[in-house]
């Protein structure tokens, strides 16, 4: 998820949709996908398509030097009331000394007020306290800087990002869909973001992305998934559990058992959490401590809650935790698809 110095993510995505821009943006971080998103809104709001023939500069780190970028941001726009310099790349660019932010930092006491810098700074962060300083210094009445840093999504916190850019877009999409593209694409925001886009251009005017859909178009399996392996699991429905399994072992490479290993761990991790929330019955305050956006992935907790109790619950744990040691090859050299049938039936006879 997105990690905010200052503004939010959101306040500063409407300060640009408002075009009142800051003269300096340092965006920064682990996960691209917001830094990419908010250069580019710059960018789109601060230009008009005629006006970015002469006064957009895009150059990327590992061609050029800080000096090289701040001498263009002296420059003055021509017939525009501005001109917009995106770096990116910023953390590939020559000048590798670290005293070479300085120069960034002086800059920032006298920013040239018809530039828009945007620094996008990717896979770290810039922890320099003179710099963040100088950022945010006042220049006609408001910070100089506008600083964002980015940390990389997690299972708990993917789903509502998503489901946030799909209402970003006008895009409607139901959360059985939306559970199977996080489950089968995982948290790279990028990714997950390109597949909403295209299933928005296939879906009909206005209607909302189904799990049809996403399996149609994204190579994903409606019945045979693990999103499906969890709910098969905690009903316990032995059949439709090794039908699945079945499946899984006739498509490795798509459905690796290290995948299938930690989906089913968290399942029972989070269950056991569940049985130790106080007032559990009450969705709300399990769905926090789940940390659940929606309702929907709590039906499988409440049907594995019926079907399992905390002891079994604990015992599963054991089970996959010795399962993912022995698909390794530690201490058997058995196929990993039977080992993980054996887990499966270990499950149903706790």
Sequence with gaps: MAKKAGLTRQQIEESIRKKQFSPIYLLMGEEAFYIDRLSDMVMRYALSEEERDFNLTVCYGSDVTLSDVLLDCRRYPMMADRQVIILREAQALKTQKQNSWELLQKYALNPTPTTVLVIC???????????????????????????????????????????????????????????????NIGTDMSLLAKEVDKLKMIAPNGAAITPEMVEENVGISKEYNNFELIAAVAQRNVAKTFKIIRYFRNSPKKNPTVITTT??????????????????????????????????????YRTGMRNFNARQTLQAIVAIREFDTRSKGIGSSRNEYDLLEELIFKLFNL
């Design 263 to 300: 989906v089913l761990f968290n399942f029972f991790a989070n269950l056991l959490i569940a049985y130790y929330t106080q007032d559990r019955d009450n969705d709300n305050v399990l769905m926090e401590a789940l940390r659940m956006k929606t309702s929907y992935a709590l039906r499988d």
């Design 121 to 183: 700074y990717k896979g770290g962060s810039l922890k320099s306290a003179p710099l963040t300083k100088a950022l945010a210094t006042n220049f006609e009445g408001k910070p100089v800087g506008t600083v964002f840093e980015s940390q990389p999504f997690r299972d708990y916190n993917i789903t509502p990002a998503v489901a946030e850019y799909a209402q970003s877009i006008g895009c409607r999409i139901q959360e059985k869909a939306l559970a199977m593209l996080v489950e």
